[in-house]
């Protein structure tokens, strides 16, 4: 098997033999058995900066007569490493661990390795199977990001992951836009990752939020507006990102009905009768809690919740209810309860659903303002 033949996951901590080449012979002058010998034993990790690697154990030699082969003793005073893109088209042969002899036997050259990656500050990241789709196959910390802004932009950048940041992860773009984002190679950004309705993983990268957007930036609702209007106008996953991201942040308005008490609905009723209501009804102080109901639109057998970005986008409908602002994602959770199909934005003007199924992904984005 070759390296260009599989993933990074065929040889990751694995002990393997690759073929040896003058080139290599050269760079291993000094490790015994390196005259005769036509196979580099190795074992398989990641390194922060060079990618994937195979770290070089010893000489092995296949002897012809029989195809076993035999590995020579370690030069723990020389290191050499070679690199998954130097020794992509080489033939690799696996060996089975024998845990207790190798681990002894090599246990200065792991050492080394292992230190490293204790070190790492995304070492757990090399687990996420769901990454790998994005990721390049030599440099395995390097994945494709969709950078975007508030317009039309869009465009996949390399960007090498360097600091798990929860939410988000920290990582450097190392390819230049096309567009001018205003983040050029070399700039430091939070990674956000979703998983879509069909698995997949996407990262993504909002150009606006690396400029510092603020609760005061959302605080009208224009921004969501415009977000939807755009995803109206061109459907795409490039859109819909830039709706999600500035919706989950948003402070919507939700349309409810108070209900009172009987013991407060007759207090109201024996102000009316009494023709005080007038002049009483701004002192008026209820007796028990009052309850508010959110009201509930349907569409066929599909039941929403609606919310509005601000209390104007609710036009005529909302002089009808109670209009109570609350964070998005607290009108997420008020949704969850009720059998609900999901949410509807604006139902009235450009209406945006945002179906169940999309809830985890939404909670999970992590916020803008978390940095």
Same mark, same amino acid.
């Given at each position: 098997m070759k390296y260009n033949e599989g993933t990074f996951r065929d040889f990751f901590h694995k002990w393997v033999a690759i073929e040896m080449t003058e080139e290599i012979r050269q760079r291993m002058i000094g490790y015994q058995g390196i005259?005769?010998?036509?196979?580099?034993?190795?074992?398989?990790?990641? #390194?922060?900066? *060079?990618?994937?690697?195979?770290?070089? *154990?010893?000489?092995?030699?296949?002897?012809?007569? #029989?195809?076993?082969?035999?590995?020579?003793?370690? @030069? @723990?005073?020389l290191r050499v490493t070679l690199t998954a893109e130097e020794v992509q088209g080489l033939e690799i042969v696996f060996f089975e661990p024998k845990k207790t002899k190798w681990h002894i036997k090599y246990q200065e050259k792991l050492a080394v390795i292992q230190e490293h990656e204790?070190? !790492?500050?995304?070492? %757990?990241? /090399?687990?996420?199977?769901? *990454?790998?789709?994005?990721?390049? &196959? %030599?440099?395995? +910390?390097?994945?494709?990001? %969709? *950078?975007? +802004? !508030?317009?039309?932009?869009?465009? =996949? $950048?390399? $960007?090498?992951?360097?600091?798990?940041?929860? &939410?988000?992860?920290?990582?450097?773009i190392v390819s230049e836009p096309e567009y001018n984002f205003g983040l050029p190679i070399g700039s430091l950004v939070h990674v956000q990752f979703i998983k879509l309705e069909d698995g997949r993983i996407k990262a993504f990268c909002d150009s606006e939020q690396e400029k510092k957007l603020t609760k005061e930036d959302l605080e009208d609702g224009s921004l969501l507006e415009k977000r939807i209007h755009e995803l109206t106008m061109n459907r795409n996953e490039l859109n819909g990102l830039k709706v999600l991201? =500035?919706? /989950?942040?948003s402070t919507v308005w939700v349309p409810c009905t108070t209900i009172l008490s009987e013991k407060d609905q007759q207090a109201v009723m024996d102000m009316i009768n009494k023709e005080e209501m007038e002049i009483d009804r701004k002192n008026f102080s209820f007796q028990d809690q009052v309850r508010l109901k959110p009201d509930i639109l349907t569409n066929g057998d599909a039941s929403f919740l609606p919310v509005f970005s601000s209390k104007e986008a609710a036009g005529e409908y909302g002089t009808q209810f109670s209009m109570i602002p609350m964070d998005f994602l607290d009108a997420l959770n008020l949704s969850k309860g009720d059998d609900l199909s999901g949410i509807v934005v604006n139902a009235f003007s450009e209406p945006y659903e945002v179906p169940f199924v999309l809830y985890e992904l939404i909670e999970n984005m992590g916020s803008i303002f978390e940095k």
């Open positions: 005259r005769t010998a036509n196979w580099v034993f190795c074992y398989g990790y990641v #390194d922060d900066h *060079l990618g994937f690697c195979f770290e070089v *154990l010893a000489c092995m030699r296949e002897h012809a007569t #029989d195809h076993l082969f035999t590995n020579k003793e370690p @030069n @723990n005073d204790e070190h !790492s500050k995304i070492k %757990y990241t /090399r687990e996420l199977t769901d *990454l790998d789709p994005l990721r390049d &196959p %030599y440099q395995i +910390d390097c994945i494709m990001v %969709y *950078l975007i +802004d !508030s317009h039309e932009h869009g465009e =996949i $950048v390399w $960007v090498n992951l360097e600091e798990d940041h929860p &939410p988000y992860m920290m990582g450097e991201v =500035i919706l /989950r942040e």
